[in-house]
């Protein structure tokens, strides 16, 4: 995958040295509920898995690029299911799930998958506004989905459109004429 720069971040591959900050990052987000390392770095290797990091594209004052935000996708043949977008909490405000989520819709296209599916929690408002945005439809209610906490979410939907990686058949003799 070649880096994309957008936001200030580069995306690049989640590679298993990332799951420590991975794993950081969705205790942050998610609480009791969050992944462990262990689910993580299976989720990582499965079958049908695309997971992507963001990457401050400047050093931080110690000379680093810590991982700022993951998201991932699972593709089953038909449709993409999209498994986790994280976003650094301090940082949620310069659009880099939007960037993350271009990136999953970019490679659902690619995949040339029918539609992405999602859960979001019902709470959950910066998301369902970021899903909306990029056209994300609502389908129904998942009751008591996020576990421990027991809280809802909403199952929602985007169609995928590939007519610009439609390749023209063959021309018969005389189409370019005019």
Known sequence: MSPHRTHDVRLRP??????ARVVQLEHELFGRGAWTYGMLAAE?????RWYVAAEPVRLDAAGSQPLVGY?????????????????DPALQHLGIGSTLLTALIDRARVLR???VLLEVRVDNDAALGMYAKFGFEQLGIRKRYYQPEDVDAYTMRLELSHE????PGPREPGDDAA
């Open 113 to 115: 998958a029918e539609a």
């Open 164 to 167: 610009d990686a439609v390749v």
């Open 71 to 87: 998201a991932g996708l699972w593709y089953d043949g038909d449709v993409v299911q999209i498994m986790t977008i994280g976003v």
């Open 14 to 19: 989640l590679r298993a040295a990332d799951l």
């Open 44 to 48: 990582l290797g499965g079958q049908g």
